[in-house]
């Protein structure tokens, strides 16, 4: 792997960003088999492009990056679009380890909004990262925060979570 800068290995890449590929991918999907296959992919894609960054960040948004683009692959393959509609309905309540009521919340936002929020408050990403991560102005970016807060400030209160 040519990683000039911080000279970090495969193995150590899987250690370090695996759970947040993970996060994100579980976020968006709501389904831990999905989300495992999204993360391997992402990893093989890191591997097998043998790039050089100039420092870690640049390493983590080019992954961010790579794993939304991954998603956003998935869920409009032919393969998602053609599942069993019982098996996508047994998925709607995502049950992650650290089970939560905001977890819960965030999953049930639009898909939208659900990938802005958990960058912007999961992995604590900027407007302007998640912005070039998801190729969204960055207007577009707030626009989708705020909307997303006030989705899940609605679903908080309706099941009386605050």
């Known amino acids: ?30 389904n831990k088999y999905d989300a495992e296959d999204i993360t391997q992919e992402v990893l093989l894609k890191f591997i097998r ?9 640049h390493c983590k948004a080019w992954l961010l990056t790579v794993t939304v683009n991954t998603i956003k692959s998935f869920v409009t393959s032919a393969y998602n679009r053609h599942r ?13 380890d650290e089970h ?5 919340a965030v999953a049930k936002l639009s898909d939208k909004y659900r990938t ?28 989708q925060l705020s909307r997303g807060r006030e989705q899940l400030k609605k679903i908080l209160e309706e099941g009386q979570y605050v």
């Open 1 to 30: 792997m040519k990683n000039q800068h911080s000279k970090l290995t495969a193995e150590e890449i899987v250690s370090r960003y695996s759970a947040m590929i993970y996060r994100l991918a579980y976020a968006r999907l709501c």
């Open 116 to 143: 802005v929020i958990h960058l912007f408050y999961f992995e604590e990403l900027s407007v302007k990262q998640i912005s070039a991560i998801t190729g969204s102005t960055e207007g577009t970016v707030k626009s």
């Open 100 to 104: 939560s009521d905001i977890i819960d």
């Open 49 to 57: 492009a043998d790039k050089s960054f100039n420092d870690e960040e």
């Open 84 to 96: 069993d509609d019982l098996e996508k309905a047994d998925n709607i309540s995502c049950e992650m």
